[in-house]
């Protein structure tokens, strides 16, 4: 007897057609939400930070940080080398102006000192017999001139007597013309013997000149090796406090070596670091406020670095009244740097969201506050608590200002 077989519903051929068609469904239905607006995300309201854009003036100042740094400081370089014998003070004393911080020796040095005043005793020696050789010679021009004088003064007198003789023709022509010639002689003779203690005069002064510029030239070395052996002990070249003495007792120190600084603390600036994103917002003059204790003290920008280094450049900073009286080197200090005037702006909070977007996207909640989507912006300056919103928001907007780490690429969220 034939048995009747019954027909099953879900064959294996109606199953894979099923699942065929909702394959293509889902593909179509996909296609379609991505072409109308691209992917949504769930986000729980709270775990967001949502914003809202306000109207009110702009304030462009950035915090930077700063060192207090003395307005003046005097580095101490070694004039001569030589070997630590004896410190005077320890680092960070209070020093005044000419006290002694350390000594060096240096028997070459010393040496060279000796060398020096012998050459000087000698050269004054040297110029002492010049000197006498002179003034001798001097005399015994003067002595020969003298001698002449009286000799033409007495062949003066004899040749005025034969002059009378000879008219009255007592001598002869020939004693008369004796007399004559030994007067002329005597008179060129004179005459010769001034030119002669002129030019003595003359060579005198010269020698006398020389000799001088001569022991002149070796008192200035010796003066010099003088000094070169007193900055063996090194001092203080101003009133200040001492830092960074570096210097021991036994060490062997190089001409020209740093040996410390000496700080001017009458007065403080502060060095600071600002990112080089600003570098054509600062000039000389800007002003910045600092909060030091409990008072608030105006700074101004007094010198700029133009060097940039590691994306950052620095500026020195003075304050425009009295310094803190409790500052110290090296004391750090937060200073809000005004760029610009306040103006009025469309003000956006700062947030996280700044990190992924740059400032050019942001997602804006919709009235309803059920979601929230991608809208374009420009931002412009940026301070500690806003940055200035130049297109894409207007004042009562609400946005999502925290991070957007979690997003990914969606173009939607859906509160909830």
Do not use: C
Not at 113 to 140: C, D, F, H, K, M
Not at 142 to 151: C, P
Not at 166 to 181: A, C, H, L, T
Not at 383 to 404: A, C, F, M, R, W
């Amino acid at each position: 007897m034939d048995k009747v077989i019954e027909k099953k519903k879900w064959s294996g051929k109606r199953i894979g057609l099923i699942i065929g068609v909702l394959l293509l469904i889902g593909l179509i239905a996909g296609s379609v939400y991505y072409a109308a607006g691209g992917s949504k995300l769930n986000v729980e309201k709270e775990r967001i930070t949502i914003s809202e854009v306000t109207k009110g003036n702009f304030k462009n100042y950035i915090p930077v940080n700063g060192v207090v740094m003395p307005v003046t400081t005097i580095y101490l370089d070694a004039m001569e080398g030589g070997r630590v014998e004896e410190k005077f003070v320890e680092d960070g004393t209070m020093m005044k102006k000419g006290q002694p911080i350390l000594r060096l020796s240096n028997p070459d040095l010393m040496m060279n000192l000796v060398a020096e005043q012998n050459g000087v005793y000698n050269t004054l020696t040297q110029v002492q017999i010049a000197q006498n050789s002179a003034r001798q010679t001097t005399v015994n021009s003067m002595n020969s001139l003298a001698d002449v004088e009286s000799q033409l003064t007495e062949a003066e007198r004899l040749f005025n007597l034969d002059k009378k003789l000879i008219k009255e023709k007592v001598i002869g022509s020939q004693d008369y013309k004796k007399d004559e010639i030994n007067y002329n002689y005597l008179q060129r003779k004179k005459e010769l013997q001034k030119q002669i203690l002129s030019q003595d005069s003359t060579t005198k002064t010269q020698q006398l000149t020389q000799n001088t510029r001569l022991y002149d030239g070796a008192q200035k070395a010796l003066n010099l090796m003088k000094q070169k052996v007193e900055d063996l002990i090194v001092k203080a070249p101003v009133d200040g406090q001492l830092t960074s003495l570096d210097a021991e007792i036994g060490q062997n120190i190089n001409k020209g070596a740093r040996l410390g600084q000496i700080d001017v603390i009458s007065s403080y600036k502060v060095r600071v670091d600002i990112d080089e994103h600003y570098i054509n917002n600062v000039f000389p003059g800007l002003i910045g406020t600092a909060q030091i204790g409990t008072k608030t003290y105006q700074l101004s920008i007094k010198k700029i670095y133009t060097q940039v280094a590691n994306g950052r450049f620095q500026v020195d900073m003075i304050f425009n009244n009295s310094a803190p009286t409790n500052m110290r080197r090296g004391q750090t200090i937060q200073i809000m740097l005004t760029l610009s005037d306040d103006r009025p702006a469309i003000l956006l909070p700062r947030g996280g969201f700044y990190q992924q977007t740059g400032g050019n996207w942001i997602f804006k909640v919709s009235s309803d506050g059920t979601k929230a989507f991608k809208v374009d912006i420009q931002v412009g300056g940026q301070n500690p608590d806003y940055y200035e919103v130049l297109h894409g928001l207007q004042p009562g907007d609400k946005v999502i200002t925290s991070s957007y780490e979690n997003f990914g690429d969606n173009q939607e969220l859906i509160l909830k």
